[in-house]
């Protein structure tokens, strides 16, 4: 064999074992995504949760060139569609879309067999819809201190809906009837659309729900306003007080948070690159604008910042649903 034929050789044995070395992984890793991602949305079509999925998704599907699919996987206050995302393989092609209900969930389903905060990595944290405490126009009450009186007069005679067991609708129910010592009578749906129904309909008095839902109700004298739940006034609604100012209940704050998450065992290369990609299409003017339509307000958060923020939550909501004595469903 001559010396150039040896060299040759000498290259491609080289090159093989220096393929063989480098982990089957890191090839993956580096090609990802190599087809559909899905985006599981644990609440029904047409709520908050799911319009802000649909923008992501959206975004994220022409920036990859592959499809992103959103999935509504209903039930159990949104317990059955996280479940499913922790139990999906770690490969980054399942994520989840998650809201206020995500860090209490497990308080409210005894069966839940995954954490909130150690099986899932935080990928974004989109921003907060600050809700809105809005009433049938039938409730006696136009400002938030009527409405207090109101409930103070007859204990448990008002009655308010929520979008499920431990969503941001309910939290701030039960926040109200700490901070300001009434007592309102909570009724679950499986979902804003559905709680919308009764409230317009005047089955239900009240509902804390965001703003971007409420917005054409109020504006059409369907729904008023009484006050918005965050510690800042919506862009959406200026003239609204906060539950803060309207009642003289400092430290009165609910959002409806949004963030993306990956089951907790996803490798970090993968995490980080959805991470960045992610936190870039959210700064595109158009994503902007549909966030703005949906009256998500608030920066971005990294990954990595959301998952600070959720053990916060975590601990806060924790502290309010024991002092409110809930039990969990069986």
Do not use: C
Request: glycine share 10%; no cysteine; proline share 7%.
């Amino acid at each position: 064999m001559n010396e150039s034929r040896r060299s040759m050789v000498g290259i491609a044995a080289a090159l093989v074992a220096g393929s063989a070395l480098k982990p089957l992984g890191a090839w993956a890793q580096g090609a990802y995504p190599t087809k559909a991602i899905r985006i599981i949305v644990p609440y029904p079509a047409g709520g908050v949760v799911d319009s802000i999925a649909r923008v992501v998704g959206e975004r994220m599907g022409r920036q990859y060139g592959q499809p992103v699919v959103i999935e509504n996987r209903t039930g159990a206050g949104g317990a059955i569609g996280t479940d499913f995302v922790a139990k999906s393989p770690a490969d980054g092609y399942t994520l989840l879309m998650v809201s206020p209900s995500h860090a209490v969930m497990p308080f409210f389903q005894k069966n839940t067999a995954w954490d909130p905060v150690r099986d899932f990595k935080g990928i974004a944290g989109f921003g907060a819809i600050p809700n809105v405490i809005v009433v049938h126009p039938s409730v006696k009450a136009k400002t938030m201190q009527e409405f207090i009186r109101l409930a103070k007069k007859d204990a448990g005679s008002i009655t308010y809906a929520s979008s499920g067991l431990g969503t941001s609708s309910h939290l701030t129910g039960e926040l109200l009837n700490q901070m300001a010592h009434i007592q309102l009578t909570h009724v679950p749906y499986k979902g804003q659309p559905e709680a919308m129904t009764d409230l317009l309909s005047g089955r239900v008095d009240m509902m804390p729900m965001s703003t971007s839902l409420a917005l054409p109700h109020i504006k059409a004298g369907k729904l008023r306003a009484l006050a918005v739940t965050t510690d800042y006034r919506s862009s959406a609604l200026p003239d609204v007080p906060t539950v803060a100012e309207a009642a003289g209940l400092p430290g009165f704050q609910v959002g409806t948070w949004l963030a993306l998450l990956a089951p907790a065992k996803v490798p970090p290369a993968i995490v980080n690159k959805l991470s960045a990609d992610v936190a870039s299409a959210l700064k595109q003017a158009e994503v902007q604008s549909k966030f703005k339509d949906l009256a998500l307000e608030g920066a971005p958060q990294s990954g990595a910042a959301f998952d600070e923020f959720l053990k916060q939550e975590v601990s806060v909501w924790t502290e309010v649903i024991k002092r409110a004595g809930i039990q969990a469903n069986s």
